[in-house]
């Protein structure tokens, strides 16, 4: 009989000091169309700092100050703190007074990143508020928190 194409991945996963059971989570993790809390959380952390970084510089009391200043005062507050120890729950991660210039180049990066480009010109657009009606259809297994949603007004 000729050698079978998995033989090679046995093999392997035979002789390394892998643990079974943490090799099948890790491919299971990976199946299309199953997502997990954790991949939820990571999604759906950018569509929560990018709109609450737009209805902040977009607030009228933060006029003339610096996205970076308003960055920093936000992940200075407890609601940062809450809203972190809740997204990063999963990945045992909790918020740290220490780790405060981290986050903010963080969030920094992240507002940068091309990749986010369209989510911030639609929190420009809107507020920074997801717009509730059928066109969201994009906000499918995410996590959003509550306070970034607004009533669409009947057109």
Known sequence: MGKDKWDKVIEYLKTSKRDPDGVLKL???????????????????SLNVIAVITQKTLDP????????HIIRTWVKSEDFKNFYNLMRHEEKLKWSMDNVPKYVKQINDLWSKPNQQHWIKYFKMT???F?????????????I???????????
């Open 131 to 143: 717009l509730v009606g059928e066109e969201n259809k994009k906000l499918k297994n995410k996590s």
């Open 127 to 129: 507020g920074g508020y």
């Open 145 to 155: 928190s509550s306070n970034l949603f607004k009533l669409e007004r009947d057109k």
């Open 61 to 68: 009391k933060n006029k003339g100050k610096t996205r970076s």
């Open 27 to 45: 491919l299971q993790g990976n199946q299309k169309g199953k997502e997990t809390n954790y991949d939820i959380n990571r999604s759906s952390y």
